[in-house]
C-alpha cells in the first residue's frame, strides 16, 4: 500500500453532549469502563484517542488502562470505520480455499490495508475468522451482504456495486 492516510478526528456538539452523558450515568460504578467504551463507539463509530481522553478525564481511568481494553477486545476500533464495511474470512476453510488472494485483491482495488478506511470513508477492510459460511468458502461480507466462492476476478463486480 502507499502512504497511510491519517483522517483527522471530527466531533459534533450532539457527539460530545451524548459522551459527557454516558460518562456521568456512569461515573462512581465499579466496571464501567467498558459499557462506556461500547456507549461511545456507538457514539462516534470508533474510539479516537480524544475520545479514550475524555473516558479517562471523565472516569478517572488512567490512558494505560482504557488502551489496554481497546487493545484487547477485537469489537473496540481505533480507527474509523468505512459506510462499506468489508469483511474478509480468514478462517480455516475460507484460507485454505483462497480467502487469502480474495484480501489482496481487495486491498489493491482499495488502496488501502486491513484495519484501514478510504479517504472518502466509503469502505473499511478487517480480516475476520470464521463467520460459520465455511461452505461457501471463500466469504466475505460487505455490511450484511455475504459472498461467497469467491474468486479475485470477482472482487472488481461486487465492489461496483457499492460505488
Do not use: W
Not at 34 to 58: F, N, T, W
Not at 137 to 157: Q, S
Amino acid at each position: 500500500m502507499s502512504e497511510k492516510t491519517v483522517i483527522a478526528f471530527h466531533e459534533t456538539a450532539e457527539q460530545a453532549a451524548a459522551l459527557q452523558k454516558v460518562i456521568e450515568n456512569h461515573k462512581g460504578q465499579d466496571g464501567a469502563l467498558i459499557p462506556v467504551l461500547h456507549e461511545a463507539q456507538e457514539i462516534y463509530g470508533y474510539l479516537p484517542i480524544e475520545v479514550q481522553q475524555k473516558i479517562s478525564e471523565g472516569l478517572g481511568v488512567t490512558m494505560a488502562e482504557i488502551y489496554g481494553v481497546v487493545t484487547f477486545y477485537t469489537q473496540f476500533s481505533t480507527q474509523p470505520k468505512g459506510e462499506f464495511k468489508i469483511g474478509v474470512c480468514l478462517g480455516t476453510a475460507c484460507y485454505v480455499k483462497g480467502s487469502g488472494d480474495i484480501l489482496e485483491k481487495i486491498k489493491e482495488k482499495l488502496g488501502i490495508d486491513v484495519n484501514e478506511c478510504t479517504p472518502d470513508g466509503k469502505f473499511s477492510i478487517d480480516a475476520t475468522r470464521c463467520i460459520g459460511a465455511c461452505g461457501l468458502a471463500p466469504v466475505m461480507t460487505i455490511n450484511d451482504d455475504v459472498y461467497g466462492r469467491l474468486v479475485p476476478e470477482d472482487i472488481e463486480g461486487i465492489l461496483a456495486k457499492y460505488m
